[in-house]
């Protein structure tokens, strides 16, 4: 027989700004040095960043996941006449930044 859980008073109750400064620094974290401009490489190759989108609604429309809160446009340096397109995967000690974003770039 299962017995019922006691009821515990506990306040849970984190203001709006803590929570989306504490969803920032997760999205900072998976997007990492790869700001528009940048080119990096991996096992996939290496990409050119196009584009951050940081706008959930167009991240998940572009990447067709609902949890997406972000979301890169890479072009492949690799393939001559590639298009770019859309990726969501995190940063990762298997990243290594070929060039920094410009100065002045966002």
Same mark, same amino acid.
């Given at each position: 027989m299962a017995h019922p &859980?006691? @009821?515990q008073n =506990?306040?849970?109750s984190v203001d709006d700004v803590t929570i989306r400064r504490g969803l920032q620094r997760v999205i900072d974290a998976q997007i990492g040095p790869r700001g528009v401009g940048a080119i990096y490489h991996n096992v996939d190759g290496a990409f050119e960043?196009? /584009?951050v989108v940081r706008d959930h609604a167009r991240a998940k429309a &572009? &990447?067709?996941r609902r949890c997406a809160q972000w979301a890169l446009i890479v072009k492949d340096v690799l393939r001559s006449g590639a298009e770019?397109? /859309?990726i969501g995967s995190a940063w990762t000690t298997s990243d290594i930044l070929v060039r920094e974003t410009p100065t002045? =770039? @966002?």
């Open positions: &859980l006691p @009821r =506990v306040d849970v960043v196009v /584009a &572009l &990447l067709n770019p397109f /859309a002045g =770039v @966002r």
